[in-house]
């Protein structure tokens, strides 16, 4: 995959080929769920631009980090974990690859997902945790010092 495009539609390609293959047959499919990629958008990460966003499949919802510059992956150790500092939280992630997608890193947020009922509910769900992770950014004080209010300078 190119780094420098937005990874949704080639994850989508790729864990639909996987549902496809591998996962036929596994009790632990959610019938109601289809292979969805919610929010990805590029993040300055402790490494650099990584991008981010929730990969829902049929089992398992996952936050993703993806490398959208060379390096940009928070490295982790053999058969660990490492914890990354979103804007909303710090949250674990272990090390995760698929040869068509390469590295990439994944916190498990559901697994399996038999508990939603249907595609609406699993994206609200991803959504709401984008909004928590990600919240939007506040708008600055405003400078109400003594010196300002009197147009005496900053």
Same mark, same amino acid.
């Given at each position: 995959?190119?780094?420098?495009?937005?990874?949704?539609?080639?994850?989508?390609?790729?864990?639909?080929?996987?549902? #496809?293959?591998?996962?036929?047959?596994?009790?632990?499919?959610?019938?109601?769920?289809?292979?969805?990629?919610?929010?990805?958008?590029?993040?300055?990460?402790?490494?650099?631009?990584?991008?981010?966003?929730?990969?829902?499949?049929?089992?398992?919802?996952?936050?993703?980090?993806?490398?959208?510059?060379? #390096?940009?992956?928070?490295?982790?150790?053999?058969?660990?974990?490492?914890?990354?500092?979103?804007?909303? #939280?710090?949250?674990?992630?272990?090390?995760?690859?698929?040869?068509?997608?390469?590295?990439?890193?994944?916190? *498990?947020?559901? *697994?399996?997902?038999?508990?939603?009922?249907?595609?609406?509910?699993?994206?609200?769900?991803?959504?709401?945790?984008?909004?928590?992770?990600?919240?939007?950014?506040?708008?600055?004080?405003? #400078?109400?010092?003594?010196?300002?209010?009197?147009?005496?300078?900053?």
């Amino acid at each position: 995959m190119n780094p420098a495009q937005t990874p949704g539609p080639g994850l989508e390609q790729l864990f639909r080929q996987i549902a #496809d293959t591998r996962m036929q047959g596994i009790p632990i499919l959610n019938p109601a769920l289809q292979v969805q990629a919610i929010g990805f958008r590029q993040w300055d990460g402790p490494h650099g631009q990584l991008w981010v966003g929730v990969l829902l499949t049929p089992w398992f919802m996952n936050l993703l980090l993806l490398p959208a510059a060379a #390096d940009s992956l928070p490295p982790v150790p053999p058969g660990g974990e490492v914890v990354v500092q979103l804007p909303g #939280d710090a949250l674990p992630f272990m090390a995760g690859h698929e040869a068509a997608l390469g590295d990439y890193r994944l916190c *498990s947020l559901f *697994s399996p997902v038999l508990q939603f009922v249907d595609q609406a509910s699993a994206c609200s769900t991803a959504e709401e945790v984008l909004k928590l992770l990600f919240p939007p950014a506040q708008p600055a004080a405003p #400078d109400l010092s003594r010196r300002r209010l009197f147009g005496l300078g900053r």
